[in-house]
Structure formats: structure tokens, C-alpha cells
């Protein structure tokens, strides 16, 4: 037992940063005891506080519909605070479309993220709180500045549901000596009650409010780099049911820690070099008790979904022998993503043929400077054809589905 | 769930956040980053000169230092040390093949310290170093953020 108490009192000791830690001091190292900061922090910053943030606005026209819309998608405002020099604090908050007003559909205000980083060394750290797992390319890094088009990638939204964040831990780092970072994560899992036909399991997410922790997920990725490539692969597995056993059990559902799974990989890639960048991405999804949900919620859910997307682009300002346009950019991109979120249902299923889509998108992004962006593109989406039973109520004023649509997207973007 | 699933499952995830922690301690995949383990000396690391004798680059692991040093050996003859934390938010830096990521937003840097993506908008501190006769002194400062 001593021992044991022994163990638990250095694990805490170790994140209590103390001066005695460190015998020899500098007169500048004396200084910042003094001042309240730890010894460490005299090698890391004077500003403890960082706020930041990012945010995008966009006009769409839909050429089918002949309308159009324009929205403030999102304004992000992110705070940090150090602590010392092992324990920090990330949080962003997010507004989307400006407004919220109570009992009234539209915008959402809620936290992406908010979570205690506790660092073990300069390459291994644990965040605990609301955080967002490495899976794909764009959930973890998905500022507007950093990605091509105006929209994010529909496969990084219907397939793998970015922004994805969920309460938990996240181990963190890099293998000593190589190029080759890892994660691993522990958390809450879904909620198949709340998957909607049309948007994979991006309903199920609870993003750190009540979400069941009966059922947890784990989730790990590994990175590579090489040269100028980046290579990554993702997992993810999770139990989708968070009722008591009889609960699950009156609906004949799977209930438990991983109860009723549902298994997420994924594999990317990406390069940079000389202005060309290229990026891919392939990812799938499983629900094999897919029979059970629907039985039990008849949320005509997906049994297997899949969706990949290839990009290139190029900046026509990075070889430029002009030192003002060399701190600028202008990409011009395509990318085309086919996806299909119900690629096999279950049994007791209806097949939406509108679900088995292919996006092309053309466009160009502006960085006037580093962190602004003006991006206008157009994309092209074709879909196989809509299923007639699933057309309960029929408006007779309807027209009738059209496979093929064309988007013209501006917008803007920032971050700081 | 009953207790004996409970315990079992919770043994289970112990196990695999063992698993990641052990993955730190691997040491044998991929092309190495060639590192230097070292401690400071008040705010002042010295290198011996025959790290960099069969590479342009060292990565300087400080124990108990709130970053890591890049120690890149330039074309003609001179080092850069850089102070492997991001300008933005802190966050430690990866290295890349071709310079610095950072994943808590996506901030790039080239083997320069030069922001090559943001939000970061300042590149990386640069550390200032001498090189006396077997040996570099590179005198560590506060990485300025924000």
C-alpha cells in the first residue's frame, strides 16, 4: 500500500513545477521564480493567455433550384492558457451561421473543443476534456485557411463527421528519433438512437453534452513523414448503444462498452513541394448490427459506407521572381470525392440511391497574406437516382429529382 | 454492466493506453531523426561538433525544457538552433520532412523556422549560437507567442 502511495504521490509531484527541481539558476531564471512562473516557462513565453481564432462566410448559388444564399458559416474564437509548463488549457468556442435565437431553428454556439493538455516531455502529451481524435485530414487541422474550396470535403463531413469531438483522454507523440507520431484516445462512444438517414452517424456524435458513457470508443492513428509526403492512417471502434442492459434489451439491441459496434478506417495522404500539393484520402465505415438499429429506431441506417476524395493543386505564386507575390498564394485546385452512405443496408433497409454521390470541384483559393483567404469554385455533383419509396407524402408541386446539379461557391476565410 | 465486465473492460483500456505509452519507447521504424539528448546548463546547451559531423541536422532533446532545439548546419558553414515550439498556441512541434508541423491547428514551418502555413503568423525563434572550438554553446531564450 505504501508503495502504491508512494507511486501516486510522484506521478502528482511530477506535474508541480517547483524551483528546487533545478539547483543551478540563471539571475534570469531567479527573476521569473520570482514573478510567479516556474522555471520551465522561462523557456517557453511571457504571455501565458493566447486567444486566437478563425471564422468563413460564403455565397452559394444552386443552379437547380435557382437559389441562392449567403451565410457567416462560422466565427471560432479560441483560448488558451498555460498553467505552467506541463499543464495547459485549449478551448475553442464556435458560433455558426451569427445567429442563435432561443426556440428558433438556425445557428449553434458550442464548444469544438476544451480540454487539459498535460505534457510528459517535448514529445509526449495526454489531453483530457473535449477534444477532437486525429481521424482524417481535415477534422483535427480544419481552419479555412488551410484547406482548398469553399466547403469543406463532403467525404470529411458525411463519413468521417468533422468536426468530431467527444469527451475523453488522447495519448499523444512522436517515436523518439523518427519521423512517426502516434495517438491513441479513449472516449465516449456514439448513440445509434440518433443516427439520421443521409448523414452517416454524424447525428450519434454527442460533442460533450450528456453524452452515454455506458458505451466508450477507442480510437488510434499513426503519421509519417517522409520527404515531403505525409502519411497517416486512422482507426476508430465504438460501442453505439449507452442504455442500461435492459434497456438495450427491450429493444434487442447489443448493449456494453462496445455494444452494437461501429468501425471507422481510414488511410491519407498528402505532398507539398515547388507549389504542386496533392492530397488523398480513403475511408469506410461499418455497422454490422445495422438489422438492429433500424428495428429498433427505423432510422434506415447504413450497414457499410465508404467515401475517398483526390485533390492537386498548384500555386502559381511559390516560383514567382517577385518577393510581394511570393508572400501570397493562388492555388488553383480540383478535387473529385465519390462517396455512398448506404453502400450496403441491412435486410429491413431502403436503398436511397441519392446517397451514392460524386462531387468534381474547380476552383481557386487567394491568400492575399498568410492567414486570409478569398476562394471561389465551382462543383459539379451527380447522384444515382431517388428511390420512390421513400417519398411518403409526395407534393404534387414538386419537381422531379434531378441527378446532376451544379454549385457556383465565394468565400472568405480567416485565422490569426 | 455487471462488475466482472466492468473490471474487464477497464483492465482492457489500461492495456491499450499501456499499449501507446509503450509505442513512445520504440525506437527501430522508420528513417531516424538524428537526436542529441542533452541537458541545459543554466540557459545555455552545448553540442559537441561531432554530432553534426555525418548530418546537417540535429534534433536537441533538452530534459526538463520546456522545447526542443532544431540545430540545422547551413550551406556555408554556419548553424541555425531553432526553438521548436509553435508561435501560435505554444504547442511543441513535430518534425517533418521538410520542416515543422504543429497539430493543434496546422501551423507549418520550413527546416528555416519560415512560416509556411498558418495561424502562425511569426516564424519560429531563432536561438543565437557560437561555435567555440569542439563544441557549440547555443543560449536558450523565451520563445516568443502570439
Given at each position: 500500500?505504501?508503495?502504491?502511495?508512494?507511486?501516486?504521490?510522484?506521478?502528482?509531484?511530477?506535474?508541480?513545477?517547483?524551483?528546487?527541481q533545478?539547483?543551478?539558476?540563471?539571475?534570469?531564471?531567479?527573476?521569473?521564480i520570482?514573478?510567479?512562473?516556474?522555471s520551465?516557462?522561462?523557456?517557453?513565453?511571457?504571455?501565458?493567455?493566447?486567444v486566437?481564432?478563425?471564422?468563413?462566410?460564403?455565397?452559394?448559388?444552386d443552379?437547380?433550384?435557382?437559389?441562392?444564399?449567403?451565410?457567416?458559416?462560422?466565427?471560432?474564437?479560441?483560448?488558451?492558457?498555460?498553467?505552467?509548463?506541463?499543464?495547459t488549457?485549449?478551448?475553442?468556442?464556435?458560433?455558426?451561421?451569427?445567429?442563435?435565437?432561443g426556440?428558433?431553428?438556425?445557428?449553434?454556439?458550442?464548444?469544438?473543443?476544451?480540454?487539459l493538455?498535460?505534457?510528459?516531455?517535448?514529445?509526449?502529451?495526454l489531453?483530457?476534456?473535449?477534444?477532437i481524435?486525429?481521424i482524417?485530414m481535415?477534422?483535427?487541422n480544419?481552419?479555412?485557411?488551410?484547406?482548398n474550396?469553399?466547403?469543406?470535403?463532403?467525404?470529411?463531413?458525411f463519413?468521417?463527421?468533422?468536426?468530431?469531438?467527444?469527451?475523453?483522454?488522447?495519448?499523444?507523440?512522436?517515436?523518439?528519433?523518427?519521423?512517426l507520431?502516434?495517438?491513441?484516445?479513449?472516449?465516449?462512444g456514439?448513440?445509434?438512437?440518433?443516427f439520421?438517414?443521409?448523414?452517416?452517424?454524424?447525428?450519434?456524435?454527442?460533442?460533450?453534452?450528456?453524452?452515454p458513457?455506458?458505451?466508450?470508443?477507442?480510437?488510434?492513428?499513426?503519421?509519417?513523414?517522409?520527404?515531403?509526403?505525409?502519411?497517416?492512417?486512422s482507426?476508430?471502434?465504438?460501442?453505439?448503444?449507452?442504455?442500461?442492459?435492459?434497456?438495450?434489451?427491450s429493444?434487442?439491441?447489443?448493449?456494453?462498452?462496445?455494444?452494437t459496434?461501429?468501425?471507422?478506417?481510414?488511410a491519407?495522404?498528402?505532398?507539398s513541394?515547388?507549389?504542386?500539393?496533392?492530397k488523398?484520402?480513403?475511408?469506410?465505415?461499418?455497422?454490422?448490427?445495422?438489422?438492429?438499429?433500424?428495428?429498433?429506431y427505423?432510422?434506415?441506417?447504413?450497414?457499410?459506407?465508404?467515401?475517398a476524395?483526390?485533390?492537386?493543386?498548384?500555386?502559381f505564386?511559390?516560383?514567382?521572381?517577385?518577393?510581394?507575390?511570393?508572400?501570397?498564394?493562388?492555388?488553383?485546385?480540383?478535387?473529385?470525392?465519390?462517396?455512398?452512405?448506404?453502400?450496403?443496408?441491412?435486410?429491413?433497409?431502403?436503398?436511397d440511391?441519392?446517397?451514392k454521390?460524386?462531387?468534381?470541384?474547380?476552383?481557386?483559393?487567394y491568400?492575399?497574406?498568410r492567414?486570409?483567404?478569398?476562394?471561389t469554385?465551382?462543383?459539379?455533383?451527380?447522384?444515382?437516382?431517388?428511390?420512390?419509396?421513400?417519398?411518403i407524402?409526395?407534393?404534387?408541386?414538386?419537381?422531379?429529382?434531378?441527378?446532376?446539379n451544379?454549385?457556383?461557391?465565394?468565400?472568405?476565410?480567416?485565422?490569426? | 454492466?455487471?462488475?466482472?465486465?466492468?473490471?474487464?473492460?477497464?483492465?482492457?483500456?489500461?492495456?491499450?493506453?499501456?499499449?501507446?505509452?509503450?509505442?513512445?519507447?520504440?525506437?527501430?521504424?522508420?528513417?531516424?531523426?538524428?537526436?542529441?539528448?542533452?541537458?541545459?546548463t543554466?540557459?545555455?546547451?552545448?553540442v559537441?561538433?561531432?554530432?553534426?559531423?555525418?548530418?546537417?541536422?540535429?534534433?536537441?532533446?533538452?530534459?526538463?525544457?520546456?522545447?526542443?532545439?532544431?540545430?540545422?548546419?547551413?550551406?556555408?558553414?554556419?548553424?541555425?538552433?531553432?526553438?521548436?515550439?509553435?508561435t501560435h498556441?505554444?504547442?511543441?512541434?513535430?518534425?517533418?520532412?521538410?520542416?515543422?508541423?504543429?497539430?493543434?491547428h496546422?501551423?507549418?514551418?520550413?527546416?528555416?523556422?519560415?512560416?509556411?502555413?498558418?495561424?502562425?503568423?511569426?516564424?519560429?525563434?531563432?536561438?543565437?549560437?557560437?561555435?567555440?572550438?569542439?563544441?557549440?554553446?547555443?543560449?536558450?531564450?523565451?520563445?516568443?507567442?502570439?
Amino acid at each position: 500500500m505504501n508503495r502504491i502511495l508512494g507511486s501516486l504521490l510522484t506521478l502528482l509531484s511530477y506535474f508541480q513545477v517547483s524551483a528546487q527541481q533545478y539547483p543551478v539558476l540563471t539571475q534570469a531564471q531567479k527573476l521569473v521564480i520570482r514573478t510567479g512562473e516556474d522555471s520551465l516557462s522561462a523557456g517557453i513565453a511571457k504571455n501565458k493567455t493566447v486567444v486566437s481564432g478563425y471564422g468563413s462566410a460564403f455565397y452559394q448559388r444552386d443552379f437547380n433550384k435557382g437559389v441562392s444564399a449567403v451565410t457567416l458559416e462560422r466565427a471560432v474564437f479560441f483560448i488558451g492558457h498555460q498553467f505552467n509548463s506541463k499543464i495547459t488549457f485549449f478551448s475553442e468556442t464556435e458560433i455558426e451561421n451569427a445567429k442563435v435565437e432561443g426556440g428558433e431553428p438556425g445557428g449553434e454556439i458550442a464548444l469544438e473543443q476544451a480540454y487539459l493538455q498535460f505534457r510528459f516531455s517535448n514529445s509526449t502529451y495526454l489531453v483530457a476534456g473535449l477534444f477532437i481524435p486525429r481521424i482524417g485530414m481535415l477534422n483535427e487541422n480544419h481552419l479555412p485557411v488551410n484547406f482548398n474550396g469553399v466547403e469543406r470535403p463532403m467525404v470529411e463531413t458525411f463519413i468521417i463527421p468533422a468536426t468530431w469531438r467527444e469527451l475523453g483522454v488522447g495519448l499523444y507523440g512522436t517515436i523518439p528519433g523518427r519521423p512517426l507520431n502516434y495517438s491513441v484516445g479513449l472516449m465516449n462512444g456514439l448513440d445509434s438512437k440518433n443516427f439520421e438517414h443521409g448523414t452517416g452517424f454524424r447525428g450519434g456524435r454527442a460533442e460533450g453534452s450528456f453524452a452515454p458513457a455506458n458505451n466508450l470508443a477507442i480510437t488510434g492513428a499513426l503519421q509519417y513523414f517522409v520527404s515531403d509526403f505525409k502519411f497517416q492512417v486512422s482507426g476508430y471502434m465504438g460501442g453505439t448503444v449507452g442504455l442500461s442492459k435492459n434497456g438495450a434489451d427491450s429493444l434487442q439491441l447489443n448493449s456494453g462498452a462496445f455494444g452494437t459496434p461501429l468501425y471507422l478506417g481510414e488511410a491519407s495522404m498528402t505532398y507539398s513541394h515547388g507549389g504542386f500539393s496533392a492530397k488523398a484520402i480513403g475511408t469506410y465505415v461499418t455497422l454490422p448490427d445495422a438489422y438492429k438499429v433500424n428495428k429498433a429506431y427505423a432510422n434506415n441506417v447504413f450497414e457499410h459506407m465508404y467515401g475517398a476524395y483526390a485533390e492537386v493543386g498548384y500555386n502559381f505564386f511559390e516560383n514567382i521572381q517577385n518577393k510581394k507575390l511570393q508572400e501570397q498564394e493562388l492555388v488553383a485546385f480540383a478535387r473529385f470525392e465519390t462517396l455512398d452512405m448506404n453502400s450496403q443496408i441491412p435486410s429491413n433497409g431502403i436503398y436511397d440511391g441519392t446517397l451514392k454521390q460524386q462531387h468534381l470541384i474547380v476552383g481557386l483559393t487567394y491568400l492575399p497574406i498568410r492567414n486570409v483567404v478569398i476562394k471561389t469554385d465551382v462543383r459539379l455533383l451527380n447522384t444515382g437516382p431517388q428511390n420512390p419509396e421513400l417519398i411518403i407524402n409526395p407534393n404534387p408541386a414538386a419537381v422531379p429529382y434531378q441527378e446532376h446539379n451544379t454549385f457556383f461557391n465565394l468565400g472568405i476565410g480567416y485565422s490569426f | 454492466m455487471d462488475r466482472r465486465s466492468f473490471v474487464k473492460q477497464g483492465c482492457s483500456t489500461c492495456v491499450a493506453i499501456g499499449a501507446g505509452l509503450w509505442i513512445g519507447t520504440l525506437e527501430s521504424c522508420g528513417p531516424a531523426i538524428s537526436t542529441f539528448k542533452t541537458t541545459q546548463t543554466g540557459m545555455k546547451v552545448s553540442v559537441p561538433l561531432t554530432e553534426l559531423a555525418n548530418s546537417d541536422f540535429k534534433l536537441v532533446r533538452l530534459k526538463n525544457f520546456g522545447y526542443d532545439v532544431g540545430l540545422q548546419k547551413q550551406p556555408d558553414g554556419s548553424y541555425t538552433a531553432l526553438a521548436l515550439l509553435c508561435t501560435h498556441a505554444n504547442n511543441p512541434l513535430s518534425k517533418t520532412g521538410n520542416g515543422y508541423t504543429c497539430s493543434l491547428h496546422g501551423s507549418r514551418f520550413d527546416n528555416n523556422g519560415n512560416v509556411k502555413r498558418g495561424p502562425a503568423e511569426r516564424g519560429l525563434t531563432k536561438l543565437p549560437v557560437q561555435q567555440l572550438s569542439d563544441h557549440l554553446e547555443i543560449q536558450l531564450q523565451e520563445a516568443r507567442v502570439g
